[in-house]
């Protein structure tokens, strides 16, 4: 059973940073992509950033210049880099794999932007 774990999450100020991790257990190198979704209250999940190997990325147009994804494969590791942080980036952080045509997720982590 594959479990990702996500950790990093917490309340900044507008204009602040913070990394957010999400931990496989099993290689990430099994993993041609990989994701990380967030979910704002009372709205549908959305796609924030994807990586796939060797490392092409793709990011939603909200957070286009402010946010970085990475992964490190020796650690079965991905990040998010997030900058200059807004308020309406105030959601639970969600990391995700596709293994054998299912998509698993972590448990997410909370970010809290204030303003």
């Known amino acids: 059973q594959v479990q990702l774990v996500e950790s990093g999450g917490g309340l900044v100020q507008s204009g602040g940073s913070l990394r957010l991790s999400c931990t496989v257990s099993?290689?990430?190198?099994?993993?041609?992509?990989m994701y990380w979704y967030r979910q704002a209250p009372g709205k549908q999940r959305e796609l924030v950033a994807l990586?796939?190997?060797?490392?092409?990325?793709n990011y939603a147009d909200s957070v286009q210049g402010r946010f970085t994804i990475s992964r490190d494969d020796a650690k079965n590791t991905m990040f998010l880099q997030m900058n200059n942080l807004r308020p309406e980036d105030t959601a639970v952080y969600y990391c995700?794999?596709?293994?054998?045509?299912?998509?698993?997720w972590g448990q997410g982590t909370q970010v809290t932007v204030s303003s």
């Open positions: 990586i796939s190997t060797p490392g092409s990325t």
């Open positions: 995700a794999v596709d293994l054998y045509g299912e998509r698993l």
């Open positions: 099993k290689s990430s190198f099994s993993f041609n992509v």
